[in-house]
């Protein structure tokens, strides 16, 4: 069955690092999103992607968080200075369309700690 | 806004038993979805299953079914015949029908099915 893949599972860094989150998504999936969930909190959404643009951000989503589509397979997200809140469990998604057929497929996630 | 409340922080049920999951949302939207994700302690986000709300009859996936009463605004999830493998964090998720598709989660059941 196809999956979202995430890569690395776990990224450390230090607090103002640069890190870059991967995410292939399933190959025929024209929705990208991204999302996470702090340690004991609710899942948050950060931004859905759809034909190379950002469809909706949230506030969270500020500016130095940006989202990129490289190529025709992966789905970036990148912090550009981390900070030790941004510490939280980062989870891809895509779904294949919206409308009535709408439904997400998360991947495994990327634990990121900042320190 | 658009919330929504799992009132369940945990649940324990012995291994066979039926479980019920309880969900409440507040939206002034007339065309959403409304999810049941289930998180093992893999993390990984599952969908279990999905209800349209423009579909009177409730969802159902095997062993999994949801009451979707539209008026009160309530999305339960039950879980027949649970099973050790069922263990996890459960998210109901609401999504409103539109461009953006982004999905505002509940704070999670946890449910522990004992042997």
């Known amino acids: 069955e196809p999956e979202v893949t995430q890569t690395p599972s776990h990224q450390v860094t230090q607090m103002g690092q640069e890190v870059i989150l991967r995410c292939v998504p399933i190959?025929?999936?024209?929705?990208f999103y991204w999302y996470r969930q702090i340690l004991g909190q609710k899942v948050e959404f950060l931004v859905s992607?759809?034909?190379?643009?950002?469809?909706?951000k949230s506030e969270i989503f500020d500016d130095q968080f940006s989202v990129e589509r490289p190529d025709g397979s992966n789905f970036t997200l990148k912090i550009r200075s981390t900070k030790l809140e941004d510490s939280a469990m980062y989870f891809c998604?895509?779904?294949?369309?919206?409308?009535?057929?709408?439904?997400?497929?998360f991947g495994s996630g990327t634990q990121l700690s900042v320190l | 806004a658009q919330t929504v409340t799992q009132s369940q922080p945990e649940m324990s049920v012995q291994e066979a038993e039926t479980v019920t999951l309880s969900c409440t949302y507040d939206t002034s939207e007339n065309n959403y979805y409304l999810f049941w994700y289930k998180q093992p302690p893999s993390r990984q986000m599952i969908l279990v299953i999905r209800?349209?709300?423009?579909k009177q009859q409730n969802a159902t996936e095997n062993r999994f079914s949801v009451n979707f009463q539209k008026a009160a605004k309530s999305f339960s999830l039950k879980i027949s015949d649970s099973q050790l493998g069922d263990t996890a964090m459960y998210f109901c998720?609401?999504?409103?029908?539109?461009?953006?598709?982004?999905?505002?989660w509940g704070a999670g059941t946890k449910l522990i099915i004992k042997p």
């Open positions: 998604a895509s779904s294949e369309s919206g409308g009535y057929l709408w439904k997400l497929f």
């Open positions: 998720a609401f999504g409103v029908m539109d461009s953006n598709y982004q999905l505002i």
């Open positions: 190959s025929n999936h024209l929705y």
């Open positions: 992607f759809y034909n190379n643009e950002i469809s909706e």
């Open positions: 209800q349209e709300a423009y």
